[in-house]
C-alpha cells in the first residue's frame, strides 16, 4: 500500500463572530471550543486535517446555527487546543474520542448530530463506532472513508493541470533544496490548492493555499501511523448504525466517489448526495444544494 499523510483539508473563513467560546481542561493539556446559534438539535463539527485547527470553520458553523446549536473545537495539538508533549502516547484516534466526549459531557449535551469534513469524517465515523446511543445523525462531507482505502492511491497533486503541477513542483523543490521561507511553503500550498477546487476562483485559491501553511504536520503524521497501526476500519461497528446518515460528496472530489458510495451502500439509513462541478468543497462551490440538504436532514430528525 503506498504511505501517504493525511493533507489538511478544510473550510477557510474569515468571519470569526462567535456566540461562545470556551476552554476544557484535559489531563495534559486544554481543549478549546466555540458555539454558534441555537435551536433544538446540537451539531458538532469536526474539520479536516488532522493537524489543522478549526478556525476555518466559523462561517460554517454561523450559517448551520441558523437552524440548531453548531459547535467547532480545535483538536488536541492544534490551533488553541495544546497538549505540554505531542507525541505517540498523546495523539491517538482513541484520545481524539475521548476529547469529543468530554466536550459532550461538558456541554450538557445527551446526544448530538456529528457532522465531519474530510478526515473529520472518518473521525465522526469512528467516535459513532465507540458512542452510537450518542449519535442521533450523522454527516459525512468529502469524508476520507470508513476505512483507509482513499489513501491507498491518493494522489492530490494528480488533479493539477500541467502548469499548475510545474509550479507545484518547482516550489516543492525549493523547499526540498532548503528554502524554509513561508513565502516558498505559500506558493507551494497555492499550487496545490486548485486540486481541490472544481472552479479556479482566485479568492478560493489564496485562502485554502494559507489555510495549507498552517497545520501541524507532526500532529499529521503521528495520527496517520496511529490509523495504519490499528488498522483502522469502521465498517464493523457502522453496519449496525440505525441513525439516519447524510452522505455528501462533490463528483469533482480529491476523494474517489465509490468511497461515498461504499459508505452509503453499507449504512441502511443513509442518503448520498453527489454534488456536480463541485471539488472537495461543497459550502464553496455548490452552496445552495449544500445547505439545503443538511437542513432538510436535520428537520427531519426524531
Known sequence: MKRCLILPLLLLSFNLFSQVEGTISLPNGQMYYRTFGGGPDTLLIINGGPGMSSEGFADLAAELGKNCLAIIYDQRGTGKSKIDIVSERSMSMDLLVEDIETLRTHLGVKSWVVFGQSFGGMLASYYTTKHPSRVKGLILSSSGGIDLEAFDDLDIPGHLNDEQRQRFNYWSRQI???????????????????????????????????????????????????????????????????????????TNDIIPKSIAEKTHALLPHSKLVLLNNCGHYGWLEQPETYFNEIRSFLSNLK
Request: charged share 20%.
Open 176 to 250: 526540498s533544496n532548503g528554502d524554509t521561507s513561508f513565502h516558498a511553503r505559500l506558493e507551494r500550498a497555492k499550487n496545490l490548492a486548485p486540486a481541490y477546487l472544481y472552479h479556479d476562483r482566485k479568492e478560493d485559491i489564496d485562502a485554502i493555499g494559507l489555510r495549507l501553511t498552517q497545520g501541524n504536520m507532526e500532529v499529521n503524521g503521528i495520527i496517520h501511523r496511529n490509523m495504519q497501526s490499528m488498522g483502522f476500519d469502521c465498517k464493523p461497528g457502522l453496519q449496525n448504525f440505525s441513525q439516519p446518515v447524510l452522505i455528501l460528496q462533490g
